[in-house]
């Protein structure tokens, strides 16, 4: 059974930190790119942070560049985003997911989400 449980959401002030943890089961994770997608009230998804199998290469939007790190330890099977100089545009419902293609497949899972909330 494939789960990927998000952790570590919360109220933070202007200016904090938080770090959200995605542990993950059921499926061969260091074979997936592993990604931080964000959701906030009446606007799509957008994507934060991805990062490839082996960690070589990460990728960030340019909100969040310079502030956010996306990692992961694969023998622990655990993407973490560390969250630097939030900012109450960063309110949102926080999602990991997991992609894998091949030229004979693709599968794409996600987690529940996990609220982070920036405000005073």
């Known amino acids: 059974q494939v789960q990927l449980v998000e952790s570590g959401g919360g109220l933070v002030q202007p200016g904090g930190s938080l770090r959200l943890s995605c542990a993950a089961s059921?499926?061969?994770?260091?074979?997936?790119?592993m990604s931080w997608y964000r959701q906030a009230p009446g606007k799509e998804r957008e994507l934060v942070a991805l990062i490839t199998s082996t960690a070589i290469s990460t990728s960030y939007a340019d909100s969040v560049k310079d502030r956010f790190t996306i990692s992961r330890d694969n023998a622990k099977k655990t993407v973490f985003l560390q969250m630097n100089s939030l900012k109450p545009d960063d309110t949102a419902v926080y999602y990991c997911?997991?992609?894998?293609?091949?030229?004979?497949?693709?599968?794409?899972?996600w987690g529940q989400g996990t609220q982070v909330t920036v405000s005073e």
């Open positions: 997911n997991a992609f894998l293609w091949t030229p004979h497949a693709s599968n794409s899972y």
């Open positions: 059921g499926f061969t994770f260091s074979r997936y790119i």
